[in-house]
């Protein structure tokens, strides 16, 4: 099961790797040929696959979210959804767990900032990590 | 026998790994290793800690599980998901103790200020 799911992994690595090949020849492409519209396309074509990519790949890991009560302040399909399109289940987790501690989960507010500001930073770092496993620069 | 080399470690994944080697054999949640990194001159975010933790876990220098119990101050009707607790692997020691022996090979004018 664990080995299936490793070759999956690979083969959407692959598929990542041409789509990322196709959006940089798309983009210079147009660039090139001077169209805005065209690169702006091209690249909102790669976030929907990348989007959507992650959300399928993640479904499974996922699935107990939905057993789960939303907690304070917190729009738990929402922020599940945004976990998926991260492929963090570690993340969904960590957050969430940290609202059992008083200071974090004590009021709706407190929850809410805690989520917000843990979000932009993880965002940015997945992408980092993902463009680094795309050009094997993290061997 | 051959030796594999030990895996390089980033600067926020020694310090986790440094935090829990500290902890053993107790295992720590991502937000107490936030909170005691806050001491030091590095900083652990709360938003790139589980994204580490995963990427460490992945590599096989920490393993994780999920708490069997609430914590103390958990009342009922409180909102609880288990915590995920992490612990340093010998892989995570080995690639820790590599790092702290490379450190030390550097010559000493090139680290005082």
Redesign the interface.
């Known amino acids: 099961m664990e080995q299936a799911h490793l070759s999956a992994e690979s083969a959407l690595d692959h598929l990542d790797r041409g789509v990322v090949l196709f959006t940089l020849g798309g983009v210079v492409f147009n660039a090139t040929e001077a169209s805005l519209a065209g690169v702006l396309l091209t690249a909102l074509a790669t976030l929907l696959y990348a989007v959507t990519r992650n959300r399928i790949a993640n479904l499974e890991d996922f699935e107990f979210a939905e057993s789960?009560?939303s907690?304070?302040g917190i729009d738990l399909g929402r922020f599940t959804l945004i976990c998926q399109w991260l492929g963090?289940?570690?993340?969904f987790?960590?957050?969430?767990?940290?609202?059992?501690?008083?200071e974090?989960?004590g009021s709706a507010e407190a929850a809410r900032r805690?989520i917000r500001?843990?979000?932009?930073?993880?965002l940015w770092?997945?992408l980092r990590?993902k463009i680094q496993a795309l050009f094997w620069m993290d061997r | 026998m051959t030796d594999t080399p030990a895996t390089k470690l980033s600067l926020t994944e020694a310090l986790i790994a440094h935090l829990l080697r500290e902890s053993a054999p107790a295992p720590l949640f991502g937000l107490e290793l936030v909170r005691r990194s806050s001491s030091g001159d590095l900083k652990l975010k709360k938003g790139t800690i589980y994204v580490t933790l995963e990427r460490m876990e992945k590599k096989g220098l920490v393993t994780s599980e999920l708490e069997t119990s609430p914590p103390p101050h958990f009342k009922e009707g409180d909102f609880y998901i288990p915590r995920r607790m992490y612990r340093l692997t010998p892989a995570g020691e080995q690639a820790l103790i590599a790092l702290e022996q490379a450190v030390a090979r550097i010559p000493g004018f090139l680290v005082r200020s």
Not at chain 1, 88 to 91: E, V, W, Y
Not at chain 1, 117 to 122: E, G, N, Q
């Open positions: 789960l009560p907690p304070p963090s289940r570690q993340l987790e960590g957050l969430l767990g940290d609202l059992v501690d008083p974090i989960g805690h500001a843990a979000l932009w930073p993880a770092a997945r990590e």
